[in-house]
């Protein structure tokens, strides 16, 4: 992995947009991040790592609350933007921390997205030019994960290595050692073993303790159905509970299996003696069936005697009854002709007395339709009066009744009238020949009403269009004025928009005027506002530029204090350094200046003498006061020129000035706005008034054609309605209207057609009972019988003859199953003096099946004890069986728990997690020991330890480290806590190393082609200094670039490409790159 690119803003320190470029940096390899301790150099380190995991590198005593920059406003976003390179691509990663805007109660939430890169989109700096592969915080840290191959852990202890850490790791305790390292190397999966054969180490102790369970269950559940006595039954049920092994169970089934065979026995001896009973009770069932039978016997003898009596006591009815039913079946044959012959005479009274309901109809005589058909002798004459006559012939008194019943308004002719007969006398024949006459001249004149009514509907169809046209022709009329009304509306509405479109068109024009000015009174307000901010800022300026005369004044006198200070303290210490030496020298020693061992003249100290340090610290505030003096001078004149700048482009304008031009020329410009806005809105206006009168006017066009339309159609209907007026004049007949004269005629029309329709009825009725007499007298001549009247007395319904022939029937055949049954043989040996006791019978029959009950009830219940004993023992054996099984499966599961959780198998002692952990440190130790041999020239060695943790019996640790000093006078092996701090430093730093060296083998052997190291260089002596950097310049091998982060000066000769952290004066800082 290689990081490219870092760009971050308002983070840590940081407030405003910072870049790095780590290609250029990592150019000759190494690179130095310096600046003053707290200006932001790990600040840095952790953008990285929150770039790329969402959190900082400091752990668990950093938070992400630090990278959001005190230094800039809330509304102020804050982000940190990375390109890093990977085997599989170039990658881009932007990420911004949670905040709180202005105005927000509820922080804003972290946001992330990443990228891939192509090297020309890089090179070009078109970043936005990418695949988007995540777009939400979560997503992209699973992501981002999956690409490098490390978690945060892990990158943190190979990559970016934070300040503090080496000391950290070289100091922890075996226990912290090892939980850091399972962390790093997740070695989460050994402990999962190990959980999971402990896990289902103990499943299987509980299947076996389930097992053991079962049997003793099974053994209890055994006895119980053995029907074991009480106490012995809980006697061998808690010896099964208390069993460990299978083998000490064996007694258990062995008890058992002998209470089995014991109710074996009893069973077989319960069913000898039901078999017994059965035998008993199948005698004495067999007696009461004969006693039963016999009685039984002697009943129905008794009964079929009392039934042979009453038979031959109701033979002489039975013969009268059978005489009948030969009567009855002769009339039977005849009865329906004579029904017929009488219904018919009855149907044709019915229709006679039909007929003469109904009067004559309206103008159809025939004499009085012959003298209404003959009416018979025995009935009442229904001829009419000479009165009702004439009022028939000549209809009724009002002159439109006589025009009905002709097309042209007349009387139809009609036939002489013939004189009716005069009652009583009465010839069928000749009623025969009248009811022919009158039918057919009743249905000559039903023809000519039906000619009339279809001539009369024509006309009424006339008429009814008539009242249509008439009231169509209303409608068209007021239709007509309103058409002209809305007319008359429509032009002057269009005289009014006319109008109102020319004032407006007008004023349309003056607002264009007006607006054309705009873009010019647009230059004309941002010319002023520039110079009315140019103002303003050259009136702040001059304002700064006086206090920084003021300031500029004050570092000038404390700078030449501080020069004139420094040159006295300097020069007391001069004055001193005689006086100094002296107290230096040792009798027999040499001198440091002239080497003599003889110390004749010492001098003496002088009072207002100076030490080296008092110079030195003189010597660096006259040099931070002349630094203050420079950068003061540096300011007067960059607020100087800025003046100058300004000025040189607004000459004397002053704030007041250019507001004023600055509000005038904004108020021209929303005037001319204003007149833009009112022409577009008029512009609008006109063209709504356009539409408007182009629609009125094509309204009016439209109801001039509807008003022409409408009078041409209103000419031709009024030609309709003088026609249909002169067609319908000459045929009302007196009537008011072909409506009334139509349904006058239908009333009669009707009246006529019943009239007919009854007079047929009797005709066909009178025809039909004629037929019916001359049936029945040819059958009367061939039957015993003289009229229908007594074939009618003897005849019997189907249903009451049959009822009569099933009751003979019934006692014939009654008759002769008593005679056959007496002549049985059963029946007929019996005397009637038999009389078996059948209570005594009875009594034996119940004590012997008592007896069979209760035998089979033993042998039942003795049966079932030994099925369901038999059973139970059988589960018992197979609970035993599985009890052994679940043994021999759960063996080897708890032997291996036991040895990947250190038990009593362990020969070590060491968990499976701790073992994996131990291997890992060993490896770490090995190649840490490569670079630490290097840098103390051999001296040092780190060596494994194994500590275990206090209390337990478990090697859980075994992480320990300690020194061997290979010193002159032979090895020592010394606690990692007595190394001074320069060598707790180059041992740290090497243990670090090594383990980043591990985890990327470890990891695929991830090429990291970017390490950063941010560690305290300052506390190493020179010799271990130049160890160190020869391990670093080595580590850049293979084009690997290695950032340290240190504020030791010495370093700064000692790495060419730099970054420089420079703080502000507001406590913010910035970088400069040095490449």
Not at 83 to 102: D, M
Not at 113 to 138: F, G, I, M, P, Y
Not at 478 to 503: I, V
Not at 905 to 921: D, G, H, K
């Amino acid at each position: 992995m290689q990081l490219r690119r870092l760009e971050l803003q308002a983070i840590g320190p940081f407030s405003g947009t910072e870049l790095i470029d780590f290609d250029a940096l990592g150019q000759s390899g190494l690179f130095l991040l310096e600046g003053p301790t707290g200006s932001g150099k790990s600040t840095i380190i952790d953008a990285i790592v929150f770039a790329l995991y969402g959190s900082v590198a400091g752990g668990a005593e950093s938070t992400n609350e630090r990278l959001r920059s005190h230094h800039v406003g809330n509304n102020v976003e804050s982000y940190v933007d990375l390109v890093f390179s990977l085997e599989s691509g170039t990658y881009r990663v932007r990420r911004t921390p949670q905040f709180l805007k202005e105005g927000n109660k509820t922080p804003t939430a972290a946001t992330a997205k990443l990228w891939r890169l192509s090297e020309t989109a890089l090179d070009l700096n078109e970043l936005e030019s990418a695949q988007v592969l995540a777009t939400r915080a979560r997503e992209t840290g699973i992501e981002i994960t999956r690409l490098i191959g490390l978690n945060r852990d892990q990158f943190v202890q190979t990559m970016v290595l934070p300040q503090g850490k080496f000391a950290d790791f070289l100091r922890l305790d075996s226990a912290s050692r090892t939980a850091l390292l399972s962390k790093i190397f997740d070695m989460s999966s050994f402990g999962q073993i190990a959980d999971w054969l402990r896990e289902n180490a103990r499943e299987s102790q509980k299947r076996v303790a389930q097992a053991q369970q079962g049997f003793a269950r099974a053994a209890s559940n055994t006895a119980t159905a053995l029907g074991v006595e009480t106490t012995a039954r809980q006697e061998l049920s808690e010896t099964a509970t208390g069993v460990v092994l299978p083998e000490e169970a064996k007694t258990v089934l062995a008890e058992l299996e002998t209470y089995t065979k014991s109710a074996q026995e009893t069973a077989d001896a319960t069913a000898q003696a039901a078999t017994q009973a059965e035998q008993v009770a199948a005698a004495a069932t067999a007696k009461q069936r004969e006693a039963e039978t016999l009685a039984e016997l002697l009943g129905r003898r008794e009964k079929l005697l009392t039934r042979k009596a009453e038979f031959a006591a109701a033979s002489p009815r039975m013969a009268k009854l059978s005489e009948q039913i030969t009567q009855a079946r002769k009339a039977n044959r005849l009865a329906t002709a004579a029904r017929a012959a009488r219904t018919w005479q009855e149907n044709l009274e019915t229709a006679q007395q039909e007929f003469r309901k109904h009067k004559l109809p309206t103008g159809f005589d025939l004499a009085t339709a012959l003298a209404q058909t003959d009416t018979a002798p025995t009935q009442t004459s229904t001829a009419p009066t000479q009165t009702d006559t004439a009022a028939v012939a000549t209809g009724p008194e009002n002159p439109a009744t006589a025009a009905l019943t002709s097309t042209n308004g007349t009387a139809p002719s009609a036939a002489a009238p013939t004189p009716a007969p005069t009652p009583p006398f009465y010839d069928p024949e000749q009623a025969l020949a009248h009811r022919a006459q009158a039918l057919a001249a009743g249905e000559k004149r039903l023809r000519e009403l039906d000619e009339l009514s279809g001539h009369l509907r024509e006309l009424a169809a006339t008429e009814a269009s008539l009242h249509d046209s008439v009231a169509a022709q209303k409608r068209d009329e007021e239709s007509l004025q309103a058409l002209q009304t809305r007319a008359a509306a429509l032009a002057a509405k269009a005289q009014q928009h006319e109008t109102e479109l020319a004032a407006t068109t007008e004023e349309k024009h003056a607002q264009e005027t007006a607006a054309s000015a705009e873009p010019e009174l647009a230059t004309r307000v941002d010319k002023a506002m520039r110079e009315h901010k140019l103002a303003t800022e050259t009136a702040e300026l001059t304002k700064l530029l006086q206090n920084q005369e003021a300031q500029l004044a004050d570092c000038v006198q404390a700078s030449a204090a501080a020069d004139k200070h420094s040159q006295e303290v300097s020069q007391r210490w001069r004055d001193s350094i005689a006086g100094e030496l002296a107290t230096q020298l040792v009798v027999g020693e040499p001198c440091q200046v002239c080497g003599s061992v003889e110390h004749p003249h010492p001098a003496s100290p002088s009072p207002q003498g100076a030490t080296r340090a008092e110079a030195d610290a003189a010597a660096q505030v006259a040099t931070q006061a002349r630094a203050e003096l420079a950068k003061a001078e540096a300011a007067q004149q960059n607020t100087r020129a800025r003046i100058t700048e300004k000025q040189a482009e607004i000459g004397e304008l002053t704030p007041a000035t250019a507001a004023a031009t600055l509000q005038a020329a904004k108020e021209a410009l929303a005037t001319a706005r204003q007149a833009r806005q009112t022409a577009q809105t008029l512009a609008t206006k006109i063209t709504t008034l356009q539409a408007n009168i182009a629609d009125l006017q094509t309204e009016t066009q439209s109801l001039a054609a509807q008003s022409s339309q409408l009078q041409g159609a209103m000419a031709n209907r009024e030609l309709s309605i003088t026609a249909a007026r002169q067609k319908i004049g000459g045929q009302l007949a007196g009537y008011e209207s072909i409506h009334a004269r139509q349904e006058a005629t239908t009333q009669v029309r009707n009246s006529q057609k019943t009239w007919n329709q009854a007079l047929q009825t009797v005709a066909d009725t009178a025809h039909t009972a004629q037929q019916r007499e001359a049936e029945l007298a040819a059958e009367l001549a061939a039957s015993p019988f003289a009229s229908g009247t007594e074939v009618l007395e003897h005849a019997l319904e189907e249903t009451e003859l049959a009822k009569l022939e099933t009751e003979l029937e019934n006692y014939r055949v009654e008759t002769s199953e008593v005679t056959k049954a007496l002549a049985s043989p059963e029946i007929a040996q019996l005397a009637g003096q038999e009389a078996p006791d059948l209570a005594e019978i009875r009594q034996a029959t119940q004590t012997a099946e008592a007896a069979l009950r209760q035998a089979r009830a033993q042998a039942t219940s003795a049966a079932n004890t030994h099925k369901q004993g038999s059973a139970e023992y059988a589960r018992t054996q197979a609970q035993y069986d599985a009890w052994l099984s679940a043994r021999e499966d759960a063996a080897p599961m708890l032997r291996l728990a036991g040895i990947a959780n250190a038990g009593t198998e362990s020969l070590t002692r060491i968990p499976l997690e701790t073992y994996a952990v131990q291997r890992r440190f060993e490896q770490i130790v090995a190649v840490a020991n490569e670079r630490l041999l290097n840098i103390s020239l051999g001296r040092y060695e780190l060596v494994r330890t194994d500590e275990k943790e206090r209390g337990t019996h478990q090697v859980k640790t075994g992480l320990g480290l300690e020194v061997i000093d290979h010193s002159a006078t032979g090895d020592v092996v010394r606690s990692t806590r007595t190394l001074s701090g320069g060598e707790t430093f180059y041992v740290s730093i090497s243990l670090a190393l090594g383990l980043a060296d591990v985890v990327r083998a470890e990891n695929g052997g991830i090429h990291l082609d970017t390490l950063l190291i941010d560690e305290g260089f300052g506390s190493l002596s020179e010799d271990a200094l130049d160890q160190v950097m020869a391990v670093l310049n080595n580590l850049t091998d293979g084009g690997r670039a290695v950032g340290v982060v240190s504020h030791v000066s010495e370093m700064r000769s000692m790495i060419q490409n730099r970054l420089t952290v420079l703080p502000r004066e507001d406590g913010s800082s910035t970088l400069k790159v040095y490449a």
